[in-house]
């Protein structure tokens, strides 16, 4: 079974320019998550998918990021424009969420999008 | 919200046993997860605890306390691929499904 897909692997950009990552979940999956994690630290939830339904987004700083994950497969996360702060690993992260109990669900990682903003 | 609490680095020998720590406040629990990052890579699911006890599953086991708002990760004959990042994360209240993740253990096994 594949695992969790990203692109790009890595990133560099000068501040100010737009950068978008991609995602492809593990085939069934119907929970996607993006994370955003420091070096050093656990990673923090951006936005949680529910099929194309975006239903937990309280983290993401809508000013300048977006997500959008078309027919709930892929899914794309975008920063324009991008600041000196935003270098980080963008993570990508699928699960089976089965009805409305999530108990013992697991959320499976990709290898991360490692961004650096000149 | 959750606050978790784990060391941030510990060193162990090859072969040895090592316990690694987790310590949470949480206003309602579903569950706790330790996660393995080797650098530069990506999380790697453990375990999952949400009843009290230990849970073994070969050389590592995890246990959880909840009125101690206590778990720890058990790492039995340690070998030199252990060293990486443990992430302890806890699932809170209710409709809440999203774990938070601590800052990780950073573990060193060394000869």
């Known amino acids: 079974e594949a695992g969790v897909v990203q692109s790009p692997r890595y990133k560099i950009i000068e501040k100010k320019q737009p950068v978008a990552f991609w995602c492809n979940p593990i085939?069934?999956?119907?929970?996607l998550y993006w994370y955003l994690q420091n070096l050093g630290q656990g990673p923090e939830l951006l936005i949680r998918?529910?099929?194309?339904?975006?239903?937990?987004d309280s983290q993401l700083p809508k000013d300048r990021f977006s997500a959008e994950r078309l027919k709930g497969v892929d899914s794309t996360l975008k920063i324009q424009p991008a600041e000196l702060g935003d270098s980080a690993v963008y993570l990508c992260?699928?699960?089976?969420?089965?009805?409305?109990?999530?108990?013992?669900?697991?959320?499976?990682f990709g290898p991360g999008t490692r961004l650096l903003v000149l | 919200g959750q606050n978790i609490d784990q060391p941030t680095e510990m060193t162990a020998t090859e072969g040895a046993i090592v316990q690694i720590n987790c310590t949470y406040q949480?206003?309602?629990?579903?569950?706790l997860f330790w996660y393995q990052q080797h650098a530069g890579e990506a999380p790697t699911f453990l375990s999952y605890?949400?009843?009290?006890g230990l849970e073994e599953k070969g050389r590592f086991s995890s246990f959880l306390s909840r009125s101690k708002g206590y778990s720890y990760l058990l790492l039995k004959e340690l070998q030199m691929k252990d060293s990486a990042s443990y992430l302890c994360?806890?699932?809170?209240?209710?409709?809440?499904?999203?774990?938070?993740f601590g800052r990780g253990t950073s573990l060193i096994v060394h000869p």
């Open positions: 949480t206003s309602g629990f579903n569950g």
């Open positions: 994360a806890v699932r809170g209240p209710g409709g809440s499904y999203i774990p938070t």
């Open positions: 992260a699928s699960s089976f969420m089965r009805g409305r109990n999530p108990a013992g669900e697991t959320q499976y």
């Open positions: 085939s069934g999956h119907n929970t």
């Open positions: 998918y529910e099929n194309e339904e975006a239903v937990d």
């Open positions: 605890n949400v009843l009290d």
